[in-house]
């Protein structure tokens, strides 16, 4: 069986060069470019090494990207800054970098971001919007895990895809892509019995629970199609590599979902621009009249 290695970085790169085009005409049209705040608190090691690589892409295509480095912080202080910066004109896209540390609570801050600058799709309207397939911004990893089924010509209709993984930014607006594509969805964690039993069934698996090498090869059918959006210590995967000898294809860790996830970002953010830019337009255009 001939297996297919869904690399991230040729679909990333796609996605790149439409960004690029589109960040140099809004420059030559408004003499502006596009600009994303990341948020960070504290000093986790993940953390810093992904605002560094988000900052490099941000720099490459020419977006802005200004960051709010803060050893700690409370709840009440980032429910602040996200306000001031809802109320920049100059800001279009709000990241805050999760997980944040535990004494904050992270929900009321995501929810906090204007859903027109929630470039990262954490805010629950955005969530509920996605699902109900209206005009929304989709949770970055979510929106990479379908652009590459996408790009590989996978079609997930009729198909049983299994989703590991349940948290309200990975596993849950995943589970709901793939059902408006008309997948048959079941979302399972680290607890679900006869979790093995379930995923020999499926002919989808997307990893995102968050621990090494959760799945295991002899729990999978031949011929599956695997999707790990797990990056755990020592760049390892939420699937057991050996499981790649039953599939049909796989995102190989690293190289897979996460360049796309940085992509897809950066291309909300300069679609967030765009639509700012056109409603400030049709504003001006109502004064005039």
């Known amino acids: 069986m001939e297996k ?8 990333a790169d796609k996605i790149k060069n439409d960004i690029k085009t589109r960040v140099d005409n809004a420059f030559k049209k ?5 600009t994303l705040v990341t948020i960070m608190v504290g000093d986790d090691e993940g953390s810093k090494t992904y605002v ?37 004109d100059s800001v279009n896209g709000i990241l805050i970098q999760h997980p944040l540390p535990r004494n904050i609570d992270e929900s009321a801050c995501f929810n906090a971001i204007d859903v027109v600058k929630d470039v990262d799709g954490v805010n629950t309207e955005s969530f ?23 790009h590989y010509d996978i079609d997930v209709s009729g198909k049983h895809a299994v989703v590991v993984g349940r948290s309200p930014i990975l596993g849950k607006p995943v589970a709901m892509l793939l059902l408006n594509e008309d997948a048959t969805v ?8 006869n979790i093995d039993q379930i995923l020999k069934t499926a002919d989808i ?36 590599p ?21 992509a897809e970002l950066l291309e909300q953010t ?20």
């Open 4 to 11: 297919k290695v869904l690399k991230g970085k040729i679909v």
């Open 30 to 34: 408004y003499g502006e470019v596009p």
């Open 52 to 88: 560094r690589m988000k900052s490099n892409a941000c720099k490459k295509l020419g977006i802005e990207n200004k960051k709010i480095i803060l050893e700690k912080s409370t709840t009440e202080e980032l429910l602040k800054i996200i306000d001031e910066l809802n109320m920049d």
């Open 128 to 150: 509920g919007h996605m699902t109900m397939k209206q005009d929304a911004f989709v949770s970055a990893t979510p929106k990479a895990i379908m652009e590459i089924l996408h």
């Open 186 to 193: 079941t979302i399972c964690h680290t607890k679900t019995k």
């Open 205 to 240: 698996v997307v990893a995102a629970c968050g621990q090494p090498k959760f799945i295991k090869e002899e729990w999978l059918k031949e011929g599956v199609t695997i999707i790990d959006a797990g990056y755990n210590k020592g760049n390892i995967g939420d699937v057991d």
């Open 242 to 262: 050996a499981c790649y000898e039953k599939a049909s294809a796989y995102t190989p860790v690293p190289g897979g979902v996460g360049p796309v996830t940085i």
């Open 270 to 289: 300069v679609t967030s621009f765009e639509k700012t830019k056109k409603r400030q337009i049709k504003k001006a255009n109502q004064k005039i009249k």
